[in-house]
């Protein structure tokens, strides 16, 4: 081999290793910028823009809305038990406090914006029955939580505008000039469980030779016409008796409203009454012999009516709330007494620890009588909600929304809205009916404007369109019994 080919043949190697040198310095570049950028940003820096995501669902998002329900805080409830003596007296004035520096509860609401039905026009097509995901038949269910949806095919379980003999006029919007009524074809759907289907035969079996006994306000009221229209279907029933003097509900003299209802079906020897009841403890008059006297308002004691029949029930729901305050109690002559005298107490002496007190007080009362009536299932219905806007009902207050505010919305909190109600029945055997959060996203619901009886400009945003709101509720109460 030449001296010439000799030179070549290095020259030709160095080029080679020069090269290898130079890919192995390029690697390890690459490798420090990777490295680097990987402990500044892991993942970002080699995925694409978030657009460019294939999104098999919308996102959500997750908005707490405040209840406007009740201005009261967790350190406005009572825990006290029903009043025996004086000593229990002094330990209950101490736990009755207020501290007005709390914030309300809130309701955990998420928006779902991916529903379908998040539109003006709501209603779904006619084969367009909405449903969830798969439903679990589980029996420790917890019905307030779910979402309202369409169902044109089973709503409304009965006729607003035929259900004459058991629905008030003033409560049957099918009667007044309203004119949207698809708020009648939501059905509430509990998240993660299945909720029996109400038929008033059922109904009506599993309630053979027993007592339904609603007592409390006029929301009360409601629950209990709504229950006889879904029971009979809103048809005529002329064979249903009224059994209302076995329970001392008496026409009074003058034609004057009397004090409750009651309803027996004679094919089951099914009985279902109501008891009017608006703060849920015992009033009497301080002088029988005057009309205008005072009444004592015996916030330690269960109504007379419940002292009374109790015996006589099979099922009990039980519910106040909206009367607790200083127009009905001065309008009506009510004063509060506490073992058997005026009351002294100032803290217990506002209306938001006195209603507390008392729903405390009764839920006790009626746990503790529990035993001696082995049969009875006793519930307390949480506070059905108000939506006024703008105002109160005499002033200015409205609510003209028709389109849901449900439409979209889960209502997934464990706990009760309604902290007194949740609160009263711990460690009780009273179960708590708690419909106010599933309530709360029904605004259009409400009887509005359209009122027969209301004054011009007065809009009734407590109480409910029927059918409506109120059937849930007894649905409700039926798969919890």
Not at 256 to 282: K, Q
Not at 366 to 388: D, I, N, T
Not at 438 to 461: M, N, P, T, W, Y
């Amino acid at each position: 081999m030449t001296p010439l080919h000799r030179n070549r043949m290095k020259r030709g190697a160095l080029r080679r290793k020069a090269r290898d040198i130079s890919v192995v310095l390029v690697v390890l570049v690459c490798a420090t910028v990777v490295i680097w950028t990987w402990d500044t940003t892991p993942t970002s820096t080699f995925l694409p823009p978030e657009s460019h995501f294939l999104k098999l669902e919308t996102e959500e998002e997750v908005k707490r809305v405040p209840t406007a329900l009740n201005t009261e805080t967790k350190d406005s409830y009572s825990s006290a038990t029903p009043l025996v003596n004086k000593e229990e007296t002094k330990e209950v004035k101490r736990e009755v406090a207020i501290r007005e520096d709390e914030t309300t509860k809130t309701t955990h609401i998420k928006e779902t914006h991916s529903d379908p039905e998040r539109t003006e026009q709501f209603v779904a097509k006619k084969d367009d029955v909405s449903t969830s995901t798969a439903r679990i038949p589980n029996k420790a269910c917890n019905y307030a939580k779910g979402k309202w949806v369409v169902d044109n095919h089973h709503r409304p379980l009965y006729s607003g505008s035929h259900c004459k003999q058991w629905l008030a006029s003033m409560w049957a919007c099918r009667l007044m000039q309203r004119t949207d009524f698809a708020f009648e074809r939501l059905r509430w759907q509990p998240k993660d469980c299945s909720m029996e289907e109400f038929e008033g035969s059922k109904f009506l079996k599993r309630m053979q030779n027993k007592t339904l006994a609603f007592v409390g306000d006029s929301l009360g009221r409601q629950q209990f016409q709504s229950m006889m229209c879904m029971i009979t279907g809103g048809k005529e029933r002329p064979d249903v008796l009224d059994v209302g003097p076995e329970f001392g509900f008496i026409t009074p003299e003058g034609g004057g409203r009397p004090n409750g209802w009651a309803y027996r079906f004679p094919e089951t020897n099914t009985t279902v009454l109501y008891h009017w009841s608006s703060t849920l403890c015992d009033i009497q008059p301080l002088n029988i012999s005057d009309p205008l006297t005072e009444h004592a308002m015996h916030l330690d004691r269960p109504p007379a009516f419940l002292r009374q029949y109790l015996h006589k029930i099979s099922v009990l729901v039980m519910n106040t709330g909206h009367h607790w305050n200083r127009g009905k109690l001065n309008g009506n002559r009510w004063v509060m007494h506490l073992n058997g005298v005026p009351n002294a107490n100032k803290k217990l002496a506002a209306l938001g620890n006195a209603k507390n007190f008392t729903i405390h007080s009764t839920v006790g009362w009626v746990s503790s009588q529990l035993p001696r009536h082995p049969g009875l299932k006793a519930f307390y219905r949480s506070l059905s909600p108000r939506h006024f806007v703008g105002g109160e009902w005499n002033t200015g207050g409205s609510c003209n929304n028709t389109t849901p505010m449900s439409i979209g919305k889960e209502v997934l909190q464990e706990e009760s809205s309604d902290y007194s109600a949740g609160h009263a029945v711990k460690g009780t055997g009273v179960k708590l009916l708690d419909i106010t959060a599933l309530s709360h996203i029904r605004d259009e619901g409400h009887i509005s404007r359209f009122s027969l009886s209301a004054s011009k400009g007065v809009q009734d945003c407590l109480h409910w369109c029927l059918p409506g709101v109120p059937d849930t509720w007894n649905e409700i109460l039926f798969a919890m019994i």
